[in-house]
């Protein structure tokens, strides 16, 4: 199975600056076949990108993903407290679909 | 609006099993395949299982496989997810979501989730 692993394991900025997410896969990922994923506490996943950079439906454009060769990022411009929470990446190439284990965005 | 709503989860013995239930609305479900996830405690998220939107397509990740089956009823517009011979560790808050494509997708709409908790 592919291992994706998420870094930093814990993010801290202030409201206003820009974060960079990162999730490198084990091997290449199929036709760039990468989500993101925003998880509030107690609340459900939103999804937040897929196919490494298209946004999904409804999110705003600071948040951007891209990819270079096995490297995924999740860019987030403009930080606002709202952006508290666990990002994930998830790759959905090759079964078994896995998960990253996850950023934590902190908000100063 | 999309709506998922689990139900079904709580307190099960070791061996035991539970059946979960995910009421859909807001969209057409049965021609949309469906996921469940779960997320056990301050882990992260690990995929479980997918069905086609007939039903007639199932993949089971390996720790479920077996003891886990999914299943669906079009005209109740309802995903369920049977539970048997459960483990401790497959203590997790239990998400389903739609599912783009049968097989492997990604996950646009969730549910809030369901806790299962098994234990003596």
């Known amino acids: 199975e592919i291992v994706l692993t998420q870094s930093p394991g814990t993010l801290s900025l202030s409201p206003g600056e820009g974060a960079t997410l990162s999730c490198r896969a084990s091997?290449?990922?199929?036709?760039?076949?990468l989500a993101w994923y925003q998880h509030k506490p107690g609340q459900a996943p939103r999804l937040l990108i897929y196919?490494?950079?298209t946004r999904a439906t409804g999110i705003p454009d600071r948040f951007s993903g891209s990819v270079s060769g096995t490297d995924f990022s999740l860019t987030i411009s403009r930080l606002e407290p709202a952006d508290l929470a666990v990002y994930y990446c998830?790759?959905?190439?090759?079964?078994?679909?896995?998960f990253g284990q996850g950023t934590r965005l902190e908000i100063k | 609006e999309v709506q998922l709503l689990e139900s079904g989860g709580g307190l099960a013995q070791p061996g035991g099993s539970l059946r979960l239930s995910c009421a859909a609305s807001?969209?057409?479900?049965?021609?949309?395949?469906m996921t469940w996830v779960r997320q056990a405690p301050r882990k992260g998220l690990e995929w479980v299982s997918n069905i086609g939107s007939t039903g007639e397509y199932t993949f089971y990740s390996d720790s479920v496989k077996g003891r886990f089956t999914i299943s669906r009823d079009n005209s109740k517009n309802t995903l369920y997810l049977q539970m048997n011979s459960l483990r401790a560790e497959d203590t997790a808050v239990y998400y389903c979501?739609?599912?783009?494509?049968?097989?492997?997708?990604?996950?646009?709409?969730w549910g809030q989730g369901t806790l299962v908790t098994v234990s003596s």
């Open positions: 979501a739609t599912s783009y494509w049968a097989s492997t997708s990604y996950f646009a709409s």
């Open positions: 807001g969209f057409s479900f049965s021609f949309s395949a």
């Open positions: 196919g490494a950079s």
């Open positions: 998830q790759q959905y190439g090759s079964s078994p679909m896995t």
């Open positions: 091997r290449s990922v199929s036709s760039d076949s």
